[in-house]
């Protein structure tokens, strides 16, 4: 079946223009999250969201990154003016996964796209 | 704050077995994952350890020691194919219907014939 989406997989951008990185996941995955990987390092949390709902974006590295999933499916990050140090790859990952109002959750892989590879000029 | 720590590298042999390494110190634990990620492919998923002990599929293995903040990825039989980035992530739940999976660098392994 169909994996996570990205779009597009490549972007350079000149310093100061605004970008935005589409994810497409899995049909039916409650839960989407943004990772930023930097060459040779492994990817960071940028934000997560339960269908529509944004319930964390502690990982947002600025008020310049702004993450939406409106429908609760296709979520959008938009980095507005671009500096050289966002250049990284973008990755979406989504999942079943829900919590509980105990905290607890059942296991549930997150599925990863095949990312965004920005490059800031 | 999460800290977690393993290997940069490590290069093993064709055939041979090979364990690789990751500790932590992190608040609010919900389970460990290994991932395997290829140059410029995305990571994808290994295995899973919430509880103590050693989880078995095919060639790979992990083990989780919660007392002790530590886990290995065991890979026996390599082929040329594991040449790759493992990376160990620990998921944590941070509260308001929230939680994150924190990633390791990773350990690039390089099979050799």
């Known amino acids: 079946g169909a994996g996570v989406s990205q779009s597009p997989r490549y972007k350079v951008a000149k310093r100061g223009q605004d970008v935005a990185l589409r994810c497409d996941p899995i049909?039916?995955?409650?839960?989407l999250f943004w990772y930023q990987q930097a060459l040779g390092q492994g990817p960071e949390f940028l934000t997560y969201?339960?269908?529509?709902?944004?319930?964390?974006k502690s990982g947002l590295p600025s008020d310049r990154f702004f993450a939406e999933r409106p429908e609760g499916s296709v979520s959008t990050l938009k980095i507005q003016r671009t500096q050289q140090e966002d250049s990284a790859v973008y990755l979406c990952?989504?999942?079943?996964?829900?919590?509980?109002?105990?905290?607890?959750?059942?296991?549930?892989?997150?599925?990863f796209g095949p990312g965004t590879r920005l490059t800031v000029l | 704050g999460q800290n977690i720590d393993q290997p940069t590298e490590m290069t093993a042999t064709e055939g041979a077995i090979v364990q690789i390494n990751c500790t932590y110190q992190?608040?609010?634990?919900?389970?460990l994952f290994w991932y395997q990620q290829h140059a410029g492919e995305a990571p994808t998923f290994l295995s899973y350890?919430?509880?103590?002990g050693l989880e078995e599929k095919g060639r790979f293995s992990s083990f989780l020691s919660r007392s002790k903040g530590y886990s290995y990825l065991l890979l026996k039989e390599l082929q040329m194919k594991d040449s790759a980035s493992y990376l160990c992530?620990?998921?944590?739940?941070?509260?308001?219907?929230?939680?994150?999976?924190?990633f390791g660098k990773g350990t690039k392994l390089s099979v050799i014939p």
């Open positions: 992530a620990v998921r944590v739940y941070s509260g308001a219907g929230s939680y994150q999976l924190t």
């Open positions: 350890n919430v509880l103590d």
């Open positions: 992190t608040s609010g634990f919900n389970g």
């Open positions: 990952a989504s999942s079943t996964q829900r919590w509980t109002s105990g905290g607890e959750s059942s296991y549930n892989e997150q599925f």
């Open positions: 049909s039916g995955h409650v839960s």
């Open positions: 969201f339960q269908n529509e709902a944004q319930l964390d």
